[in-house]
């Protein structure tokens, strides 16, 4: 069974500062990897994705993260924090492909960046 | 493109009651997901369909409740009789295909309150 871990509940960064949220997986195939974001009263939104390729993903509003294969982890970074990054953070992964797919979600970190 | 959108917004009931929450996913878009987040479980995937068939509802709780989708264009989920362990926030979502690299739209939530 996939799944994926995100240790911390809340990180805590100032604004302009580097930022990392960790996420972990296991799965039994290739990993599919995911980063959404959740606004207050709002829905997930995607950010970025690793299928295959580059280990280091590039996604919206300047967030990246960087996969690795033999730390089975997804990070999700930022080279400088803004205030308007405080938010839910959510990883996932996804295996296997065709009517079984289905993605499973982390249990969240919450972002604060303060001024 | 107007998104996932989800109505009602908010839903406060009384134990017992029907609920019906409704979603109109992004249109060309052939999966849809229907999660429910609480701060106990996270993110739940409760039940998802492909081309307007359930695919997979391992995650519906109990026979109190149902999902539908008649057309591309509606999805219902329906609680009954309803009971305050299900308050919570419920979310539609929408992908295209089921490519496993599929990002997945959501809407802005139901927040179900049952007293």
């Known amino acids: 069974a996939q799944s994926v871990a995100q240790p911390e509940d809340q990180v805590n960064v100032a604004e302009g500062n580097p930022l990392t949220v960790k996420c972990t997986y296991s799965?039994?195939?290739?990993?599919?990897l995911f980063w959404y974001v959740q606004y207050p009263n709002r829905g997930l939104q995607f950010l970025l994705k690793y299928i295959t390729g580059d280990n280091l993903v590039k996604g919206s509003y300047g967030f990246e993260a960087e996969f690795n294969k033999s730390q089975t982890s997804f990070h999700l970074k930022k080279p400088s924090a803004l205030v308007s990054d405080s938010a839910l953070y959510f990883c996932a992964v996804r295996d296997k492909a065709g009517t079984a797919s289905k993605l499973t979600f982390g249990t969240g970190t919450r972002l604060q960046v303060t001024l | 493109d107007a998104g996932v959108i989800q109505s009602p917004r908010h839903e406060v009931t009384e134990m017992g009651q029907e609920v019906t929450l409704r979603c109109k996913p992004i249109?060309?878009?052939?999966?849809l997901f229907w999660y429910r987040q609480t701060m106990m479980r996270g993110l739940e995937l409760l039940i998802y369909f492909n081309n307007n068939v359930p695919i997979d509802d391992s995650g519906m709780p109990e026979d109190r409740f149902s999902a539908k989708m008649p057309n591309a264009s509606f999805s219902t989920l329906k609680i009954q009789p309803s009971e305050p362990r299900d308050s919570a926030v419920y979310f539609c979502?929408?992908?295209?295909?089921?490519?496993?690299?599929?990002?997945?739209?959501f809407g802005n939530g139901t927040r179900l309150t049952v007293t």
């Open positions: 249109s060309g878009h052939n999966s």
């Open positions: 979502a929408s992908s295209l295909g089921q490519a496993i690299n599929s990002p997945l739209h």
């Open positions: 799965v039994s195939g290739n990993p599919y």
